[in-house]
């Protein structure tokens, strides 16, 4: 027998019904890595979805990115089609997905090696002689090099694919927690540390661990690179803890439940977020609007003042719209405005916030930055991201998005226009802003992995530098192809 029903339509103000939450999983601790004792996380991906709301803030729907769902003998689900397009019948959840093999070990199961002690714990199971504590989170050993890195999380050098895997996949969740911890928050907010803790759980399943590039890890590097800008010292000195606060969950959550696929290819296929912001901003007030809806959920906010509360959704809001690579050069040329003036006044929190909003926007597009075993890495795996979406327009006969065409681009050419249009005129003005060892290091690295790219790729280097010639071009208008990668990467 086949059972078929919408998600419901719900006021904000009525509480989640209990059938809703049991289905998200939105009471329990489900951790990709059943950190908590959870199921399979693929099962639980396909029983959640995320939070979003409509243009006017009053109805909040409990949609996946594919909109309602139908569900078959309480196993799997069969996604309903909008609009007319054939492509919006895809699970934006397995677009990135590669077929396996009939047989072969999913690799997120020889993802790390088993330690010795996991070993000697299975060694010991096999006798049937009972272990003393059931429920390790962690190998001890794996455990105590993720913790060896979390005190050098200040690092620019920071490696957070190693921390990933010796995290078992779940570095948002510790890296975050950690941070939050260490500015003291959790104790003078008075946060409910389960609570915390699950709302972040839930952040990290919200992300798309299919995408190349678009997935929890990449929300875990961005919050390391936010923390990192926070202890400047000009943000130290006058930063409130109130600022460092929604600037960490900002980060955590800046590209919360993406699909993999830019705001162009939503919009020309119709689908129905497009048309629930109107084609603007559509992807960052989704991750807005996701975010907001997992604070409510885990109540993490509730004791505070509804005033409060409120406060923290616009701001936070106001810091994930500004990572909307379309309005690039109108903060630009604010913050370049501000830096000629000298009217920066870190006093004022109109002030403190805008610049937070800069270093939002400077973490989310900071892997050009970073050494350059870090740096090529990320590099590939957007690339890789914008190639499966040219792939997927080419098989629907869309027109090919910018750069996302593979027999037209390389990594190099695509990374090199980027780093020259939207990258350098960014950085170059945070370093005005903030000249530290620091910005000089993320210049350096810049230029030298600008300098990789192109003696892989002559010809894009040159085709940049001459777009570089023209007085003005490469800090006043980024080339729409730019733009429209770093609308991806963003």
């Not at 993490?300 to 509360?309: G, I, K, Q, T, V």
Request: one cysteine or more; hydrophobic letters at 35%.
């Amino acid at each position: 027998m086949e059972l078929c029903y919408q998600l419901p339509v719900l006021p904000l103000d009525r509480p989640v019904p209990k059938h809703v939450l049991s289905r998200r999983g939105a009471i329990s601790f489900s951790s990709s890595s059943s950190l908590f004792g959870a199921p399979d996380p693929r099962q639980l991906s396909q029983r959640r979805g995320a939070i979003s709301y409509d243009s006017s803030d009053q109805t909040a729907l409990y949609i996946r990115m594919l909109g309602d769902v139908r569900v078959r003998s309480q196993v799997g689900f069969e996604p309903e089609r909008r609009g007319s397009h054939p492509y919006l019948g895809v699970d934006f959840r397995t677009l990135h997905s590669r077929a396996e093999s009939a047989g072969s070990i999913p690799a997120r199961r020889v993802r790390r090696l088993f330690s010795f002690q996991r070993h000697l714990l299975s060694s010991r199971l096999l006798r049937g002689a009972p272990h003393l504590n059931p429920l390790h989170i962690l190998d001890e050993d794996y455990c105590g090099q993720a913790k060896c890195m979390l005190e050098k999380v200040g690092s620019w050098n920071f490696d957070i694919f190693l921390f990933d895997r010796l995290t078992n996949g779940n570095s948002l969740v510790f890296l975050t927690f950690h941070l939050l911890n260490q500015y003291g928050l959790i104790e003078l907010f008075q946060l409910d540390m389960v609570k915390v803790r699950q709302f972040l759980v839930l952040v990290q399943e919200d992300y798309h661990n299919q995408n190349p590039y678009h997935n929890a890890v990449h929300a875990a590097d961005v919050t390391q690179a936010m923390h990192c800008y926070l202890r400047e010292p000009k943000l130290a000195q006058s930063l409130t803890s109130f600022d460092i606060l929604l600037g960490l969950l900002a980060a955590a959550t800046h590209d919360l439940d993406h699909p993999g696929v830019n705001q162009p290819f939503l919009i020309k296929t119709n689908h129905y977020l497009a048309a629930l912001y109107r084609n603007t901003s559509v992807l960052e007030n989704h991750h807005w609007r996701s975010a907001v809806g997992l604070l409510r959920e885990t109540e993490l906010f509730s004791h505070l003042p509804a005033e409060d509360s409120l406060s923290i959704e616009r701001q936070l809001g106001s810091l994930i719209l500004a990572t909307d690579i379309s309005r690039q050069n109108e903060y630009l040329s604010r913050f370049r405005t501000h830096l000629d003036e000298n009217n920066l006044c870190l006093g004022h929190a109109s002030h403190r916030h805008f610049v937070l909003q800069m270093a939002l926007k400077c973490a989310d597009i900071c892997n050009p930055c970073r050494p350059w075993e870090l740096s090529k890495q990320w590099s590939e795996k957007v690339t890789e991201e914008f190639f499966h979406q040219g792939d997927i327009e080419k098989k629907h006969k869309l027109e090919i998005s910018p750069l996302c065409d593979s027999e037209a681009n390389t990594i190099a050419s695509v990374q090199i226009g980027f780093m020259t249009y939207v990258v350098e005129p960014l950085f170059a003005e945070w370093a005005r802003f903030s000249d530290t060892r620091l910005s000089q290091t993320m210049l350096g690295h810049l230029g030298l992995n600008k300098a990789s790219w192109s003696a892989m790729d002559p010809e894009a280097s040159g085709s940049s530098e001459e777009g570089e010639s023209e007085p003005g071009r490469a800090t006043e208008e980024p080339s729409s192809r730019a733009l429209s990668q770093g609308s991806q990467e963003s």
